[in-house]
C-alpha cells in the first residue's frame, strides 16, 4: 500500500478534528498509506473558511467551497459575496459540496426540495462564473438532479459518496460525470454500488473517504479518515477485476485533472 499514490478526492477535516481526530497526525497516517493530497469540503461559509484555514497550513490539502442541502435557506448577496472571494483562493478547487438531499431526517435534514433546488442552480451558476468545477451530495434525487444538471450552466460535476445503481450510473457517465466511490463500496449490503463500480468508464472513476464517515472494512464502525481510501482503492481493483497499481493510478489522474491540482 505505501507504493500506491492516492488522492483522496473528498473528506471533511474540520469534522474529523471535531470528533477528536489530530488532523497533523492524520495527514502523516495518509501520507504512510500513499495518500499525498486530500481535498476538504466546505459545507457552507463557516465550514469553507475553516477548510481554507487548513488548506494554508497543510501543503497537501485543498478545498471546496459550498452550500450543502442541509442549510435551511440560500445563501445571503453578503454569504455570496465571502464564498466567491474564498474561491479566489489559489487552493480553493471547486464549488461544493453542494446538492440534492431527499432523504429526510427530523431535526437533521428538513429544509423543502424547492428550497434545495433553488440553492443547488444557482450554485452552479456560481461555479460556471468562477471557472471551478462542482462537487454534488446526492440522496435519493437521482434524476431531479440530473435535470438540473442538464438545465443548468456546463460545468465539469463529480458525484461525490456516488450512490445509486449501475442504470444511473450508466447515465451519469453518458453525461461525463465523474464517479467518486467511498467507503461504503465495501460494506456487505452495498450489492448496487459494486455493481455500479462496474460499469464507471475507467477516466471518469474517483476515489474519496469521505472522512469521518463511511470508514470501510475492516475498520467500519471506527472514525474514517483519508489513509483508508486505500482500502477502498483495494476493494474497487478487485471488484473491477483490475491491477491495484493501475487503478490507484488512473483515479489519482482523474482527480488532479478535475481538481487541476499540481503534482505533489
Same mark, same amino acid.
Given at each position: 500500500?505505501?507504493?500506491? &499514490? /492516492?488522492?483522496?478526492?473528498?473528506? @471533511?477535516?474540520?469534522?474529523?478534528?471535531?470528533?477528536?481526530?489530530?488532523?497533523?497526525?492524520?495527514?502523516? +497516517?495518509? *501520507? +504512510?498509506?500513499?495518500? @499525498? =493530497?486530500?481535498? !476538504? %469540503?466546505?459545507?457552507?461559509?463557516?465550514? %469553507?473558511?475553516?477548510? %481554507?484555514? /487548513? &488548506?494554508?497550513?497543510?501543503?497537501?490539502?485543498?478545498? !471546496?467551497?459550498?452550500?450543502?442541502?442541509?442549510?435551511?435557506?440560500?445563501?445571503?448577496?453578503?454569504?455570496?459575496?465571502?464564498?466567491? =472571494?474564498?474561491?479566489? *483562493?489559489?487552493?480553493?478547487?471547486?464549488?461544493?459540496?453542494?446538492?440534492?438531499?431527499?432523504? /429526510?431526517?427530523?431535526? *437533521? /435534514?428538513? !429544509?423543502? +426540495? &424547492?428550497? =434545495?433546488?433553488e440553492m443547488f442552480s444557482s450554485m452552479l451558476a456560481l461555479a460556471q462564473e468562477v471557472g471551478r468545477p462542482v462537487v454534488a451530495h446526492l440522496r435519493h434525487a437521482h434524476q431531479e438532479l440530473l435535470e438540473l444538471i442538464d438545465s443548468g450552466p456546463t460545468v465539469p460535476v463529480m458525484l461525490h459518496c456516488f450512490s445509486g445503481d449501475s442504470g444511473f450510473a450508466e447515465e451519469a457517465s453518458r453525461r461525463g460525470l465523474l464517479c467518486s466511490f467511498a467507503g461504503n463500496l465495501t460494506f456487505r449490503s452495498a450489492h448496487d454500488l459494486r455493481a455500479a463500480l462496474k460499469v464507471v468508464p475507467t477516466d471518469l472513476l474517483l476515489l474519496e473517504t469521505d472522512s469521518p464517515f463511511l470508514a470501510p472494512e475492516p475498520h467500519r464502525g471506527s472514525v474514517c479518515e483519508p489513509a483508508l481510501v486505500a482500502a477502498t482503492a483495494s476493494r474497487a481493483a478487485i471488484e473491477r477485476g483490475e491491477c491495484l497499481d493501475t487503478l490507484a493510478e488512473a483515479a489519482t489522474r482523474n482527480t488532479r485533472g478535475f481538481f487541476q491540482l499540481p503534482a505533489p
Open positions: 500500500m505505501a507504493d500506491l &499514490a /492516492l488522492v483522496d478526492a473528498h473528506c @471533511h477535516l474540520d469534522e474529523m478534528a471535531r470528533r477528536g481526530v489530530s488532523v497533523v497526525d492524520a495527514l502523516a +497516517r495518509a *501520507h +504512510r498509506a500513499g495518500v @499525498h =493530497q486530500v481535498v !476538504t %469540503s466546505g459545507d457552507g461559509l463557516t465550514d %469553507s473558511q475553516e477548510a %481554507s484555514r /487548513l &488548506a494554508d497550513l497543510h501543503p497537501e490539502v485543498f478545498f !471546496t467551497v459550498g452550500w450543502h442541502p442541509i442549510n435551511p435557506r440560500p445563501p445571503t448577496d453578503s454569504e455570496v459575496e465571502d464564498l466567491r =472571494q474564498l474561491l479566489s *483562493h489559489p487552493k480553493a478547487v471547486a464549488v461544493g459540496e453542494i446538492g440534492l438531499d431527499y432523504l /429526510l431526517r427530523p431535526g *437533521h /435534514l428538513e !429544509t423543502p +426540495r &424547492a428550497i =434545495q433546488r
